[in-house]
């Protein structure tokens, strides 16, 4: 038990130096890139831009942190020659494997439970902030069973959006409803149309019926038919999307209903879900980063082979988060299925991690 504890606080030290180290090193990056995104802005607002982005970026780069954490560790260990002791005690060097295993395991449970929530609020928040510093309002959005809600800002007001349903990249509303508002929020008119298709600065409907609230006569006697009609936009189709959120800016705990509210409206929720598995599985995953960096180097090494066995171990860890990264694109894509896209990288890390330490151990 004493061993364990100690492997284990050994592991979280080299954790808790290489991530303080990157911390520091990306707020400097970023704080550089920003102040250039920025210019005209004051220098506390950049910063408070950067701050927000940290807890994305340093959550981005744990796999990175595991990896030079692990190989840092077991390279002080092989240099010492403790694990030669722990050989010779008669312990198995795998049996070494299981406090660093677990510690990691532990990092990573606390970062999914605790740390995906932190990331979805500031990465929403540092979204809104860069948008707003930048001129652009972000287009409001809001999907519920009944349909797509939006929202966008005109020279007379607000214009609230609503339609039964959307095309897949969202540039077609159908059987939408125009509401506009002047700017103390009194009701101007409302536009009721079959289609509305999103062009370049405005938006084309087709087989409208126009109501002018701001009479005081009775709207209806007062409505007309027009077989098309342009409304001005500033919105995009990119920007609306954005809107729907990058998966990350969903809390992984809300997730599921989120995923339920999207198929139950009609869109298609296979990135969010693609996401979903993905940080379900990013436990394993960094479990298998560890075992594998440690399968390279926790023998004992000198000369010229410890750093070829260390540069090994960190390119296999690259490999393996890019081969995770594509099969996240090959299942947003539709290319494989959803689990198979958010499971199969880690599981199969894993499997080929332990297989290779026992190799090397016993083989």
């Known amino acids: 038990m004493i061993l364990h504890l100690y492997f284990a606080r050994r592991f979280l030290t080299s954790f808790a130096a ?59 260990l092989s240099r010492s020659s403790e694990l030669v002791v722990l050989r010779a005690s008669g312990r198995s060097a795998i049996r070494g494997l299981l406090a660093p295993g677990l510690a990691a395991l532990a990092i990573a449970l606390v970062a999914l439970a605790v740390g995906n929530p932190i990331v979805a609020a500031t990465s929403k928040r540092e979204h809104d902030l860069a948008n707003r510093y930048r001129g652009q309002e972000t287009a409001a959005l809001a999907i519920a069973a009944e349909g797509l809600w939006l929202r966008q800002a005109g020279a007379e007001g607000q214009t609230v959006i609503f339609a039964l349903r959307a095309s897949s990249d969202l540039g077609t509303l159908y059987e939408p409803t125009f509401l506009n508002f002047a700017g103390d929020g009194t009701p101007l008119r409302r536009v009721l149309a079959t289609e509305a298709r999103l062009a370049q600065g405005e938006w084309h409907l087709s087989d409208a019926k126009i109501w002018d609230l701001a009479r005081g006569t009775n709207p209806e006697a007062a409505a007309r038919q027009v077989e098309s009609l342009t409304i001005p936009s500033e919105l995009t189709q990119d920007r609306i999307i954005d809107s729907f959120g990058r998966p990350r800016y969903v809390s ?21 879900a693609v996401w979903y598995h993905s940080e379900l599985a990013r436990p394993v995953f960094l479990v298998a980063l560890v075992l594998m960096s440690a399968a390279f180097t926790m023998r004992h090494m000198r000369g010229r082979n410890a750093g070829l066995m260390v540069m090994t171990a ?50």
């Open 314 to 363: 960190i390119l296999v860890g690259f490999g393996l988060h890019y081969i995770r990264n594509f099969a996240q694109i090959l299942g947003e894509s539709g290319q494989i299925p959803v689990l198979l896209a958010g499971w199969a990288p880690p599981l199969a890390a894993l499997c080929l991690a332990v297989g290779l330490l026992l190799h090397l151990e016993d083989g």
């Open 252 to 272: 992984i705990w809300e997730l599921p209903d989120f995923i339920a509210a999207l198929e139950g409206a009609g869109f298609s929720a296979r990135r969010y």
């Open 18 to 76: 290489v991530a303080a180290a990157l911390a520091v090193l990306i707020v400097m990056i970023e704080l550089m890139d920003e102040l250039g995104d920025f210019p005209g802005q004051p220098f506390r607002n950049v910063l408070g831009i950067v701050l927000l982005k940290m807890p994305w970026s340093n959550y981005e780069i744990l796999p990175l942190v595991m990896i030079l954490a692990s190989v840092a560790m077991f390279l002080r």
